[in-house]
């Protein structure tokens, strides 16, 4: 049976997966830096993925591309709460998750409106994380991130171990399992191999008894294969995360909410047996 988190996660539509929409408002995101980093051009951009189908909106103000260069809380909560306070206002109603690994600017932003923390060290960043989200009743998502890449690690067992970490700490701070959702990560200290082979892992993640994430959206793997440039790795994208939805995949993180619902679409109609 597919998976169905509990609020506030919002409720998995009927017939397919969560599309987790993108909204860097960072002037150096690997993708999008610069793009939607002030408030209005970022209220808009929000607004215009809601239209499309977004079911979840993940803002996030500090870039967690290789080589970016940390932030502050204060900086990150400058960038990220005026967006949310503003659509707060505009009576904005999809869902919204925090993309920070900072409990401080976790906190500002479920203040702000946010409902959902998107983790990318999975508690194990800021040991008062796991705290402030059992407090706030706020759903979780637990990304596998190392600092540096080890081609000769078996990163699946790695990605098991880490979970297994995380979901420890989740339970000792109250955290229930059904607010929670893995990501394999893919693109954090990991090698072509291993982003790939850490893909064709959703099914072992899926037995731990929990949602997965896939987040793949324009990602370096996919120039790495296709030798595109950034802004040219729709079409990768998209293949990947239909791959991602058959191996079992809940949540999708995408750039592109229409071309992803497509494929959707598209994938449901070919497969009506089937109700992910």
Known sequence: MPSQLAPPWPRRPEGRVLVMGILNVTPDSFSDGGFFAQTEAAIHHAEEMAIEGADILDIGGESTRPGAQPITPAEEIGRVVPVLKALRER???????????????????????????????ALQHDPAM???????????????????????????????????????IARMAGIPENRIALDPGVGFG???????????????????????????????????????PVMERLPGSVAAAMLGVDLGADILRVHDIGPHLDALTVRAALRPETTA
């Open 190 to 228: 990991k090698t072509l191999d291993q982003n790939l082979l850490a893909i064709r892992a959703i099914p072992e993640l899926k037995a731990m008894g929990l949602p997965v994430l896939l987040g793949v959206s324009r990602k370096s793997f996919l120039g790495l294969l296709t030798n595109r």
């Open 130 to 168: 796991a705290h402030l989200v059992a407090e706030a009743g706020a759903g979780l998502v637990m990304m596998h991130n190392r600092a540096v890449k080890d081609e000769s690690l078996d990163i699946v067992e790695d990605m098991k171990r880490y979970f297994d970490r995380s979901l420890g």
């Open 91 to 121: 009576h904005f109603e999809t869902s919204i998750s925090i993309d920070t690994y900072k409990s401080e600017t976790a906190r500002a932003a479920l203040a702000a409106g946010a409902t959902i923390v998107n983790d990318v060290w």
